[in-house]
């Protein structure tokens, strides 16, 4: 048996299948990888059953390991548990060598990271704006920019609502609501309830319950649901347990995974709060739930890097994964999902070097992975930038690199000194922000302010 790697398997499938079935057009096969990691071909009724037994032992030597075995590595649809309608199974596309091909993931955990945006489910057709605020590493300040654009758009007089999708890292609570402010559950409460269909979910989604209001504007609307409450202070001996519940997807029904839960929880609490604006914390990280935040919100994303090798190549992961996206809902113009993702420049050093080197970089990564290639027979449609265009994706919101924040705690540190700070340091990204988001409606849009 040949030794086949996790990355060799589709190329060589692809291969196999071009040798012993030419007339066979990839665009009709599905193969499907199941939760080992393991791929089955899947090609149409009308295919030879012959030919198809003839191919079988060379397909299963060349996937070795990773082959489900003689019968059950290559038939047709006829002959699988789903019939045709694995047809009509949400797919993934992976490029191989220059061929597009459709992949059904079968995966315990992170089915959120195979579903392209508004496939995956029914949803709100109308909402406020949201923000998920995203990162592959803590520490550069994204919790920070997120509470500080809270503060400031609630003291102009929006309502704001900040929800905190960091399960594992709880910050926002901490740094927004003193211990006797916070509300009873959190994020992770309502998970959990939520997933036996526990009345009490239905009765937290009221104020005091699972969401309170930060006394860092005195007479705004600054709406705080952190991921925990007061229950798991005073019980802290539940909170992991629940916490591995809350990414399950629910037994009822078709069930729901953590993505379209999540967006539940959140459409619920836009109804009870009427927030302006919805500001959202997501994890660190590649981890399956920081699907839920980068695609499945409706949300303007914000991508926060340092200009550091590790964070390239994260973002390079990152980003070959939504170029499968791409393929399969190619949308374009004003409608296209991949204009709601912006780079953020965190901790950035004041020059003009810095900045075109972060710049250039994010460019290359972007042109690789998610731009479309610039053919001269396209049209304007295609998604498509130059590198100093300032509305691309790939060019960089800036906040500046400020030991201030190291440490920062806003319910005890705020005083002129710290507001000078967070005009310096954050200003120019607070506004343009703003004009991104909101623009007519940002504070200070309709002044030059």
């Given at each position: ?85 694995l ?48 990162s592959?590493?803590g ?8 509470l ?9 007089g ?25 509300p ?20 937290m ?32 001996g ?7 519940r809350a ?35 997501s ?12 695609l ?38 004003d ?31 972007w ?39 190291e440490?920062?705690n ?8 710290a507001?000078a ?17 909101l ?5 200070g849009a309709?002044?030059?302010?």
């Open positions: 048996m040949t030794t086949c790697s996790f990355d060799d398997v589709l190329p060589r499938a692809v291969v196999q299948l071009r040798q012993a079935f030419p007339g066979v057009g990839l665009a009709d096969v599905r193969f499907i990888r199941d939760m080992n990691g393991r791929v089955h071909v899947v090609l149409p009724d009308a295919t030879d059953q012959a030919e198809i037994v003839d191919a079988r032992a060379a397909l299963a030597n060349a996937l070795g390991a990773y082959s489900p075995g003689l019968d059950a590595g290559l038939m047709r649809f006829s002959e699988t548990l789903s019939g045709s309608a047809l009509d199974e949400p797919f993934v596309v992976e490029d191989i060598d220059g061929t597009l091909v459709k992949l059904i993931e079968r995966r315990v955990v992170g089915k959120d990271w195979t579903q392209a945006p508004g496939m995956d489910g029914p949803r709100s057709t109308t909402h406020p704006p949201r923000v998920s605020f995203f592959l590493k520490g550069v300040g994204r919790s920070t920019a997120l500080l654009w809270g503060r400031e758009l609630a003291a102009q929006k309502r704001v609502l900040l929800l905190d999708l960091d399960l594992e890292a709880p910050g926002l609570g901490a740094q927004l609501l003193p211990p006797g402010d916070r009873a559950f959190g994020v992770v409460d309502w998970l959990a309830e939520d997933l036996v269909a526990s009345p009490l979910a239905e009765a989604l009221v104020e005091r319950e699972l969401v309170a209001r930060s006394p860092l504007v005195e007479a705004g609307y600054l709406y705080v649901t952190p991921a925990t409450g007061m229950r798991s202070m005073q019980q802290p539940g909170f992991i347990a629940k916490l591995a990414y399950l997807e629910s037994d009822r029904g078709e069930g729901q995974g953590f993505a379209a839960r999540v967006r539940r929880l959140l459409e619920r609490l836009e109804q009870a709060l009427e927030p302006d604006v919805v500001l959202i914390d994890r660190a990280g590649l981890h399956e739930t920081a699907a839920a935040a980068i499945h919100l409706d949300a303007d994303v914000l991508l926060f890097a340092t200009d550091q090798p590790t964070v390239w190549e994260g973002y390079r992961y990152l980003l070959a994964q939504l170029a499968q996206m791409a393929h399969i809902v190619p949308a374009s113009g409608d296209d999902w991949r204009l709601r993702l912006k780079m953020v420049y965190a901790k950035a050093a004041k020059t003009k070097v810095a900045l075109k080197s972060f710049r250039s970089k994010a460019y290359s990564l042109l690789e992975q998610l731009y479309d290639e610039q053919r001269p027979e396209d049209g304007p449609d295609v998604f498509s930038f130059a590198e100093t265009d300032d509305a691309a994706p790939h060019d960089p919101l800036v906040i500046l690199q400020n030991p201030v924040f440490q920062f806003p319910l005890e540190d705020l005083n002129e000194a507001e700070a967070i005009s310096s340091t954050f200003g120019p990204f607070m506004a343009a922000l703003g004009e991104r988001v623009g007519d409606d940002a504070p309709s002044d030059g302010g």
